[in-house]
């Protein structure tokens, strides 16, 4: 069972917590359930909205994780839960690990596992969730905490392993996920956040914006403490941010290979919110991080635990005429708009792309490294309303899309894995450029 906590130790994390109720930010009921579970070794944390119809996998997964590679640890789980309607809170609290141990290992685990579950609003918002689950780790004085997300019915008991071991055992502060993906998942990491990150901060990360990943106490103390959770953009951006803070910390990062991602559907609407989340979370992180960027060049590797990033190769269909006819209308329609964002002969080649049959598209890489170059300093600038340039990149990165998608109709991994590359070392060679773009004047 778990030891009891001395009364002194548990007033010292209620003072911990003072500065975090007085806003309202953490509950008195929440945190009356966590001095009553005390320390523990490992936290995982959940971020739900009605995520009733996936979760169960999900936490017999962890359960199952726990039991094989951590019996000796006092774990808790916590649910951050944004007014799920669905019953949500209640499968997480209520879901015994009894089951999970008779039906897989027939053996008692010597600690015993506490869920608890806290409702911060009542609509989904990842960074409060983050935070909520941050702030429960700082408390608990977890050594390794994981965030999971709720939808990743693919999640493995292995995949918890890769993720906690790292941070526990050989004291790294960010484990981002490796995965197998379909080669046409991901293009907005693929052929954006990942090249623009890597280029800028030197660090090869594949997955800066992750659903699954794990965090040292020391990163997410100075995480909660540096971050403006006031700010809706924070709270929108916050797994980006984290990785940046990490990367700019001179925190120590790995990589760890959980298996298949679970595809996610995502619809032409959705694209503007997401470049909000990814890019737009870049953007706005390069003023405060100059110093440490502008004297970067090239990339290294970051330490990687098991399998590369790898792709599966089955048939998709895929509508391409749709994305060029959005981005056509995007160059056309947003003529005024790219003059005041872009240099002149980047919109110039922009409009002579656009009148391209599909057969003969091609958005090439140069092209496209200018062009978010271009974006970045006219982010810097404020050339309009920040938010406007962020919507205005959106049919450009279709076309960008469209590029990737007709270049790898017939490629095989390494084929696809090399033009990833190609375009991560153009973004680095053209780095000068962005440069150039930022101290430039007007």
Same mark, same amino acid.
């Given at each position: 069972?778990?030891? !009891?906590?001395?009364?002194?130790?548990?007033?010292?994390?209620?003072?911990?917590?003072?500065?975090?109720?007085?806003?309202?930010?953490?509950?008195?009921?929440?945190?009356?359930?966590?001095?009553?579970?005390?320390?523990?070794?490992?936290?995982?944390?959940?971020?739900?909205? %009605?995520?009733?119809?996936?979760?169960?996998?999900?936490?017999?997964?962890?359960?199952?994780?726990?039991?094989?590679?951590?019996?000796?640890?006092?774990?808790?789980?916590?649910?951050?839960?944004?007014?799920?309607?669905?019953?949500?809170?209640?499968?997480?609290?209520?879901?015994?690990?009894?089951?999970?141990?008779?039906?897989?290992?027939?053996?008692?685990?010597?600690?015993?596992?506490?869920?608890?579950?806290?409702?911060?609003?009542?609509?989904?918002?990842?960074? *409060?969730?983050?935070?909520?689950?941050?702030?429960? &780790?700082?408390?608990?004085?977890?050594?390794?905490?994981? =965030?999971?997300?709720?939808?990743?019915?693919?999640?493995?008991?292995?995949? +918890?392993?890769? +993720? @906690?071991?790292?941070?526990?055992?050989?004291?790294?502060?960010?484990?981002?996920?490796?995965?197998?993906?379909?080669?046409?998942?991901?293009?907005?990491?693929?052929?954006?956040?990942?090249? =623009?990150?890597?280029?800028?901060?030197?660090?090869?990360?594949? !997955?800066?914006?992750?659903?699954?990943? &794990?965090?040292?106490?020391?990163?997410?103390?100075?995480?909660?403490?540096? %971050?403006?959770?006031?700010?809706?953009?924070?709270?929108?951006?916050?797994?980006?941010? @984290? *990785?940046?803070? &990490?990367?700019?910390?001179?925190?120590?990062?790995?990589?760890?290979?959980?298996?298949?991602?679970?595809?996610?559907?995502?619809?032409?609407?959705?694209?503007?919110?997401? +470049?909000? !989340?990814?890019?737009?979370?870049?953007?706005?992180?390069?003023?405060? %991080?100059?110093?440490?960027?502008?004297?970067?060049?090239?990339?290294?590797?970051?330490?990687?635990?098991?399998?590369?990033?790898?792709?599966?190769?089955?048939?998709?269909?895929?509508?391409?005429?749709?994305?060029?006819?959005?981005?056509?209308?995007?160059?056309?329609?947003?003529?005024?708009?790219?003059?005041?964002?872009?240099?002149?002969?980047?919109?110039?080649?922009?409009?002579?792309?656009?009148?391209?049959?599909?057969?003969?598209? /091609?958005?090439?890489?140069?092209?496209?490294?200018?062009? =978010?170059?271009?974006?970045?300093?006219?982010?810097?600038?404020?050339?309009?309303?920040?938010?406007?340039?962020?919507? &205005?990149?959106?049919?450009?990165?279709?076309? /960008?899309?469209? *590029?990737?998608?007709?270049?790898?109709?017939?490629?095989?991994?390494?084929?696809?894995?090399?033009?990833?590359?190609?375009?991560?070392?153009?973004?680095?060679? +053209?780095?000068?450029?962005?440069?150039?773009?930022?101290?430039?004047?007007?």
């Amino acid at each position: 069972m778990l030891e !009891e906590v001395s009364t002194q130790e548990r007033s010292g994390m209620l003072r911990t917590d003072v500065k975090m109720t007085e806003d309202g930010f953490l509950t008195d009921d929440f945190v009356r359930q966590l001095i009553s579970v005390g320390e523990v070794d490992l936290l995982i944390g959940l971020p739900t909205h %009605n995520n009733a119809k996936t979760v169960g996998p999900v936490i017999s997964a962890i359960q199952s994780g726990i039991l094989q590679w951590f019996p000796r640890d006092r774990a808790a789980i916590i649910d951050a839960d944004a007014g799920s309607r669905d019953g949500t809170p209640e499968l997480i609290v209520n879901a015994s690990i009894d089951d999970v141990r008779r039906r897989d290992f027939n053996r008692f685990a010597l600690r015993t596992l506490h869920s608890i579950s806290t409702q911060y609003g009542n609509g989904a918002a990842r960074g *409060t969730a983050l935070r909520t689950i941050m702030a429960a &780790a700082e408390l608990l004085r977890a050594k390794g905490s994981a =965030v999971i997300s709720p939808d990743s019915t693919n999640i493995t008991p292995d995949a +918890l392993r890769a +993720l @906690l071991k790292p941070v526990c055992a050989e004291e790294f502060d960010l484990v981002l996920p490796t995965y197998t993906r379909h080669k046409f998942d991901g293009l907005l990491i693929t052929n954006l956040l990942y090249p =623009v990150t890597r280029a800028l901060y030197g660090l090869r990360i594949r !997955e800066p914006y992750a659903s699954e990943f &794990a965090f040292s106490n020391r990163l997410a103390s100075q995480f909660l403490a540096e %971050n403006s959770w006031n700010d809706e953009a924070v709270r929108a951006a916050s797994e980006v941010r @984290l *990785t940046l803070a &990490a990367a700019t910390g001179g925190y120590r990062i790995c990589q760890s290979f959980l298996g298949a991602k679970d595809p996610v559907e995502r619809h032409a609407t959705d694209l503007v919110p997401a +470049l909000r !989340e990814t890019i737009g979370a870049v953007f706005s992180s390069m003023e405060p %991080n100059f110093a440490v960027w502008s004297a970067k060049t090239g990339s290294q590797p970051v330490t990687m635990i098991g399998a590369e990033q790898q792709f599966a190769l089955d048939p998709r269909r895929v509508n391409r005429k749709r994305l060029l006819e959005m981005f056509r209308s995007g160059v056309s329609d947003l003529g005024s708009v790219f003059q005041t964002i872009l240099a002149p002969t980047t919109l110039a080649e922009l409009q002579e792309s656009a009148r391209l049959e599909e057969e003969d598209f /091609r958005y090439s890489a140069e092209l496209w490294v200018k062009t =978010v170059y271009e974006f970045a300093a006219a982010y810097h600038k404020s050339v309009m309303n920040r938010d406007h340039i962020i919507q &205005a990149l959106a049919p450009l990165f279709r076309g /960008r899309a469209l *590029t990737f998608l007709l270049e790898n109709r017939n490629t095989s991994a390494p084929e696809i894995e090399m033009h990833i590359e190609n375009l991560c070392l153009e973004f680095e060679r +053209l780095k000068p450029y962005l440069l150039e773009m930022w101290n430039a004047r007007g």
